[in-house]
């Protein structure tokens, strides 16, 4: 497996605002995922990040609210825009690794996120 | 719409018993089905099956996966207070969805000393 680290942990953001959160992964990866966990619910996949152009995001999702950066084969970043207390959710990376299943996904520890 | 179901959404056990976590999935072009460990905030991999690798085991834990049933199972035995979280159920497919998890629920599993 591979070392996925994510920043901030955990962060209470006035709605209006915006937060970017990083993803940084200690080897090189094949896809890298955003997801988000709303209070109470399962996973559900924002957007694949793709190195180097623009992320494919999920019914649902769009790139205003969700803008996606992937400068590199390791980091990723996803910010969430205007956000309003509907935005309160745990956000997170996984990543495929290089040689293996990109359906054998690992994930961040993740950022929880509340909007007030 | 791809879909993924697990029974029973919550599950109270005491250490010692074997359990059985359920998931059935509806899914356009399947690649996999993969069991996860949630207990804080990150999703711990367990085990991924495939049409090549139907049968999974580590330690207490086992899995089946029933292609033309669509379900799997996620067997815990002599279950452990340290077991309790939620089990995440998930189904990859490709096509246009390539890489896609779609994620079940979860069923939240409380073990008791």
């Known amino acids: 497996s591979a070392v996925i680290s994510q920043k901030p942990s955990r962060d209470i953001c006035q709605r209006g605002t915006s937060l970017t959160i990083q993803c940084q992964v200690d080897s090189q990866v094949t896809m890298m995922f955003w997801y988000r966990q709303q209070p109470g619910q399962s996973l559900t996949l924002i957007a694949t990040a793709n190195q180097g152009s623009e992320a494919t995001y999920e019914s649902g999702f769009v790139i205003d609210k969700f803008p996606i950066s992937r400068p590199n084969l390791t980091f990723s970043t996803l910010t969430v825009s205007n956000m309003s207390p509907e935005d309160s959710s745990i956000y997170l990376c996984?990543?495929?690794?290089?040689?293996?299943?990109?359906?054998?996904?690992?994930f961040g520890p993740g950022t929880r996120l509340t909007v007030t | 719409e791809d879909k993924v179901v697990q029974s029973p959404l919550s599950l109270v056990v005491h250490e010692g018993d074997t359990v059985t976590l359920n998931c059935s999935y509806e899914?356009?072009?399947?690649?996999?089905l993969l069991w996860y460990k949630q207990e804080k905030k990150a999703p711990t991999f367990l085990f991924m099956l495939t049409s090549s690798g139907i049968e999974k085991k580590s330690g207490r834990l086992s899995s089946i996966l029933d292609k033309k049933e669509l379900f799997s199972i996620l067997n815990i035995t002599a279950t452990q207070t340290g077991d309790s979280a939620v089990y995440l159920c998930?189904?990859?497919?490709?096509?246009?969805?390539?890489?896609?998890?779609?994620f079940g629920q979860g069923t939240i599993l409380t073990v008791h000393p």
């Open positions: 996984s990543v495929g690794l290089a040689g293996g299943s990109v359906y054998e996904q690992y």
């Open positions: 899914v356009t072009n399947f690649r996999s």
């Open positions: 998930a189904v990859g497919a490709g096509g246009t969805s390539y890489g896609k998890l779609t």
